[in-house]
Structures are given as structure tokens and as C-alpha cells.
């Protein structure tokens, strides 16, 4: 299978209930190894192959080789990179990970999933999760807002605060 | 000058009776109309409260006003009626037409492409069944 693998592969792979123990020490392998297991708990060896031989390219689940493309180049996103690819299969990850490496649950733009082309000043109702209480615009990082429907909030934003429908400041 | 889309909204005092509203929208109409422009939608949205205080008003009758002219002089006109008028504590216009025009051209786009969709979805659902094959060997 995947013989020819780095050092870090095997530990991670074999036992994939050790792995939480492994991933404090080796944070680069073990979530990619962790997470696949997640989306297909019975096929270790296709996420194993798809980390770095591509001997099996076609069986390779889009997830697993996302994963592993991700997980040796950048190693302290590892547990970030492994919450973002093993989306598709929640239900297996939480319990088998370290209290460490949460699973960060990928932002996604609301005005992109809902095909917004025209963010309507005049709907307050919409615009208002997206400032503070203080009546700050929450930036991008926050809110997980792609950065086109960003700019057109934050002009919807300000032309709805100048006709009163949203605050500029919280008042006291 | 090509014709342009304008949004109106002004806010009147809310102790204003609605008459006097009614009367305030006529002459606005009466201006349009005098600068052969036409006006597309007018809502009465009502008594609302503002977010924040406006000439020591927390609340406001809101009139919006959708406007499509080509005549750059009518909203200068608008605004200084709205300026003179007493019930008026606060008012906006906004020409909106370009961001109609994007949003027309966004949604033509995923129109096309949602046509064009049908023939393309081979490839998604295939690594689904290679997964579950991949499972079941496992």
C-alpha cells in the first residue's frame, strides 16, 4: 500500500484510535490520518494512499485527497486543514480527536449560499447580525462573508444608518 | 442623459397626520411629473422607530419613493422641497440603477449557467460511489 511512505505515515495510519495521543506530538500527520477515517471509518488505506503515493489515484475520495495534499505541506494548519476537509462526515470525527484540535466549522458567506445579487439597504432585519452592539460592522474574518457580498453589506450597512434604520453608535 | 433609477425615502415627524403626508407625496408625484419622469413604486412603510434619535424624535413616518428619470435637475429639486417641508426631519435619495444593472447581469449569468448545468454533474456524483466502494472493501 504505502510502503514507500514517510515516517510520519505509519504510526497514524495502522491505529486510528491512537492517533488523538499522537496528534499532540505530530500535528502535521495525524490529522490528515485522523479525518479520513471520519468520512469513511472502514478505509484506511485509501486515505494512507492518498497522502502522498498516488498508486490508487481514482479511489481516492475528494476529502481524503484534499487532505492529504493539505496536511504535510503546512503543518500547524493541520488541525484546521483536517476540521475544513472532514466536513463531509462529522458524525465519526468529534469523539475520536484530542481536546486540542477542535473541529473549526468552515465559515461559509450566508449572501453566497442564499444567491444574494442585491443586498437591499432597506431590509434592516438582514443587516443587523452584521454589526456589533455597538453598532460596528463586523469585519469578514467574523462573519465568514466572501469579500464581494462584504463590499456590498458594508455600503448597504452605511446608506441604512444614514436614514435611521440602523445606528451609527449604540445610544445611552 | 440616460435614465437613471433613484430610491426617495424620507422620514416625517410621526405626530404628522397622514393627510398632510398624502399631501407632501402629491407635490413630490406633481414634481415628478413636471420633469416627465415617472415614479415606479411609492410605499408607505408607516410609523417606525429609528435607530437613533433625529432632531430629538425617536420614532418617524417612513415614505419611500422609487423614481426613474433622466433628468439630473428633479432630485435637486426633490431634495430642496424635502429640505423646505416642515414635517420632514430627514430624507435620502440614492441612484440605484447601476447596482440594478449588476444584479440584472449577475442573475442573467446564473441563469446561463444553470442551463448550461445539466450536462456537467457527471463528475461530482462519480468519487460518491468510489467512496462507498472504497468502504465496502475496507
Known amino acids: 500500500m504505502a510502503d514507500p511512505n514517510v515516517p510520519q505515515q505509519p504510526p497514524a495510519a495502522a491505529p486510528p484510535a491512537e492517533s488523538s495521543a499522537l496528534a499532540e506530538q505530530k500535528p502535521a500527520a495525524a490529522p490528515a490520518a485522523e479525518a479520513t477515517p471520519a468520512t469513511a471509518p472502514s478505509s484506511a488505506p485509501s486515505g494512507q494512499s492518498s497522502g502522498q503515493s498516488s498508486s490508487v489515484p481514482s479511489r481516492g475520495p475528494s476529502s481524503g485527497g484534499y487532505q492529504g495534499n493539505r496536511g504535510p505541506s503546512r ?15 462529522p458524525g465519526g470525527g468529534p469523539h475520536k480527536r484530542g481536546k486540542r484540535n477542535y473541529i473549526r466549522k468552515k465559515k461559509v458567506c ?56 440602523l445606528p451609527f453608535a449604540a445610544e445611552f | 442623459m440616460e435614465e437613471r433609477l433613484y430610491d426617495l425615502i424620507f422620514i416625517c415627524r410621526p405626530d404628522t397626520p397622514e393627510a398632510e403626508v398624502d399631501k407632501l407625496i402629491a407635490t413630490l408625484e406633481h414634481s415628478v411629473a413636471e420633469k416627465s419622469a415617472k415614479i415606479e413604486k411609492i410605499e408607505k412603510w408607516g410609523r417606525k422607530r429609528m ?7 425617536r420614532e418617524g413616518f417612513y415614505v419611500y419613493m ?33 447596482e440594478m444593472k449588476r444584479q440584472q447581469k449577475l442573475a442573467k449569468h446564473r441563469e446561463r449557467r444553470a442551463a448550461r448545468r445539466p450536462r456537467k454533474p457527471a463528475p461530482t456524483p462519480a468519487p460518491q460511489p468510489g467512496e462507498q466502494t472504497a468502504s465496502a472493501a475496507g
Not at chain 1, 443587523?128 to 458594508?154: D, N, S, V, Y
Open chain 1, 75 to 89: 503543518g500547524p494548519g493541520g488541525p484546521g486543514g483536517g476540521g475544513a476537509g472532514g466536513r463531509p462526515g
Open chain 1, 110 to 165: 450566508r449572501f453566497c449560499v442564499d444567491r444574494v445579487d442585491y443586498i437591499d439597504y432597506k431590509k434592516a432585519d438582514i443587516l443587523a447580525p452584521f454589526i456589533q452592539e455597538r453598532g460596528k460592522i463586523l469585519p469578514r474574518r467574523m462573519t465568514g462573508t466572501c469579500a464581494r457580498h462584504q463590499r456590498w453589506l458594508t455600503v448597504a450597512i452605511k446608506r441604512a444608518q444614514n436614514i435611521a434604520l
Open chain 2, 51 to 57: 435607530a437613533y434619535r433625529v432632531r430629538k424624535l
Open chain 2, 66 to 98: 422609487s423614481i426613474r428619470s433622466n433628468h439630473g435637475e428633479l432630485i435637486k429639486e426633490l431634495e430642496r422641497r424635502l429640505k423646505v417641508a416642515d414635517p420632514v426631519i430627514k430624507y435620502l435619495t440614492i441612484r440605484i440603477d447601476e
